[in-house]
């Protein structure tokens, strides 16, 4: 797409057009494109497909931007890259709660932090290198009835002085695909540690290291319903810990951070079992959540809780522990086989075992379900059959 599909599309006949390619329920291209054709005479064919690639993009997007999916724009990579609007919506609340009242983004991309940052009432401004990215971003603001200035221009070159907040989320990709060398993303590092020295937040990817955080900067893992999304670095005074882990759920949002955590043992298993949240194992913060439901730790260096105690929490999967089977392969397909199971989860920790792999080599055939967890318990492989609740 370029900058003049993304102004067509925001007309009068883009509209229209628009409008017709997302009612057509026409999964075959071809047969997609001779339909719009026939309900729109006289559109060029290259805006047809410009239309019919929206209109897909904007399905996609639903699960990221839920219903405001279906009146925003969308590059396929712009979508890609941008931030779902649940964990845009709790970083621009973070900002909103600190009392920043206007926020510059740094490569704001098809505008998925912008809008979220208006919405939450800040007076937003961002820039892209690419123009088409910043083209859809004018068209996001201006779709869902926003304010907010967007420009092209290189952020290593903008004056954050007269905004509360710098925001950044670097791009991590290079031609190999992903990468988490930080000197690759653009802008790079050394830009974004010179941020981080004022009141800025950053976008980076999960597996950034806790040793690349620099001293005084708040790295925050934040998930959603279950997956890990970004570790958000925070600086000056939007630091308010060390490490923090966001979990955001259906039930809203929770958040744990190293004060939660007076450290956990090693204790012997108990009848429940507690997987904890990627983003809390991100962050560090196991034992946090060990202490939450009066447990300790399975294995002094493997993610599992365990405790005499059932407590629904937000920062773990609670299972209720019904025995343990045997570890030996053959001799716990004759145990599932005896229980009738023929469907089995297999979560994993700390072994070396390939659950569908696994799987295959059991041929279970019984007609129950069941859900086991092989790890190390005293440093023996072991196997739970547990109950999730
Ligand atoms: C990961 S995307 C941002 C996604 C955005 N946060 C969102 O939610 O939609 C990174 C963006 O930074 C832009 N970018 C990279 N280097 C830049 C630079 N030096 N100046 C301005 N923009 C830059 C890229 O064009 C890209 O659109």
């Known amino acids: 797409m ?17 409008a017709r390619a997302a009612e057509l329920d026409e999964p075959d291209p071809l047969r997609a494109h001779a339909t719009l054709e026939r309900a729109c005479p006289g559109t060029p064919s290259q805006l047809l497909a410009v239309a019919l690639t929206q ?10 931007f839920g219903e405001l999916a279906g009146s925003m724009y969308f590059t396929p990579d712009g979508l890609e890259q941008a931030t ?6 709790h970083r621009a609340a973070r900002l909103a709660v600190f009392g920043a009242a206007s926020v510059v983004d740094l490569g704001c991309g098809i505008g998925g932090d912008l809008v979220a940052f208006a919405r939450a009432g800040l007076t937003a401004a961002g820039v892209d290198l690419d123009p088409v990215r910043v083209a859809v971003a004018e068209a996001n603001l201006a779709a869902l009835g926003l304010p907010g200035a967007v420009g092209e221009a290189d952020a290593l070159e903008v004056d954050v002085a007269p905004f509360d907040v710098a925001f950044a989320d670097p791009a991590r990709r290079t031609g190999r695909g992903r990468t988490f060398s930080p000197d690759a993303w653009t802008p790079p590092w050394s830009f974004v540690e010179s941020l981080l020295g004022g009141d800025a937040c950053v976008k980076t ?8 955080v620099p001293a005084g900067v708040e790295a925050e893992w934040v998930s959603d319903h279950g997956e890990v999304k970004e570790a958000a670095l925070w600086g000056g005074r939007l630091a308010t810990a060390d490490r923090r882990a966001t979990v955001i759920g259906d039930g809203g949002l929770a958040t744990l951070t190293e004060e939660d955590d007076p450290g956990a043992d090693v204790v012997p298993l108990g009848r429940f079992l507690y997987e904890p949240d ?18 300790g730790l399975l294995d002094r260096h493997i ?3 365990t ?7 937000p920062f773990a999967r609670s299972y209720e522990v019904l025995e343990t089977l045997p570890y030996r392969e053959k001799q716990l397909r004759a145990a599932l086989h005896e229980r009738g199971v023929g469907r089995l989860t297999i979560k994993k920790r700390g072994v070396d075992v390939v659950p569908d792999q696994l799987r295959k080599r059991l041929a279970l055939t019984g007609d129950n379900e069941a859900t086991i967890v092989l790890t190390r318990v005293g440093g023996q492989g072991t196997c739970l059959l547990v109950r999730p609740f």
Do not use: N
Not at 3 to 15: I, P, T
Not at 55 to 64: D, T
């Open 2 to 18: 370029d900058v003049e599909s993304v102004r067509w599309l925001r007309s009068e006949d883009g509209q229209r057009v628009l």
């Open 84 to 89: 779902r609007l649940s964990v845009a919506t």
């Open 307 to 313: 405790a005499e105690e059932s407590f629904r929490t």
């Open 55 to 64: 209109a897909e993009l904007r399905l996609r997007a639903v699960e990221k």
């Open 303 to 305: 993610a599992y809780v």
């Open 205 to 212: 990817a999960p597996g950034i290291p806790h040793e690349l």
């Open 278 to 295: 990627g983003a809390v194992i991100r962050a560090g913060l196991v034992t946090a959540v060990a202490a939450g439901v009066r447990g």
